[in-house]
């Protein structure tokens, strides 16, 4: 099953980062290309959802550039609260 929904969405917390050589976990208060992060998002509106590891379509999402349309990052779902 596929589904697709919009929202805004804004970081509200970079919790760490991980070190892709020794994959340690870091803290991190920005993110460069291709950083690997566990990070909360502040939704415009509810959105449903399943954790990745239980549904992959779901659980999964992609981050779009509003201004140029390009993606510019994805991510897998791990905790609902």
Same mark, same amino acid.
């Given at each position: 099953?596929?589904?697709?929904?919009?929202?805004? $969405?804004?970081?509200?917390? !970079? +919790? +760490?980062? !991980?070190?892709?050589? &020794?994959? =340690? &976990?870091? *803290? $991190?208060?920005?993110?460069?290309?291709? =950083? !690997?992060?566990?990070?909360?998002?502040?939704?415009? *509106?509810?959105?449903? /959802? =399943? *954790? @990745?590891? *239980?549904?992959?379509?779901?659980?999964?999402?992609?981050?779009? =550039?509003? &201004?140029? @349309?390009?993606? /510019?990052?994805?991510?897998?779902?791990? &905790?609902?609260?």
């Amino acid at each position: 099953m596929h589904t697709t929904r919009l929202s805004k $969405a804004k970081i509200s917390s !970079i +919790n +760490n980062k !991980i070190n892709i050589n &020794t994959l =340690d &976990t870091e *803290q $991190a208060n920005e993110l460069k290309t291709n =950083d !690997i992060a566990n990070i909360s998002f502040k939704l415009a *509106q509810p959105l449903i /959802v =399943d *954790q @990745y590891s *239980q549904n992959r379509s779901t659980g999964a999402f992609i981050i779009i =550039d509003e &201004t140029t @349309y390009h993606t /510019v990052g994805a991510g897998m779902i791990e &905790t609902i609260e």
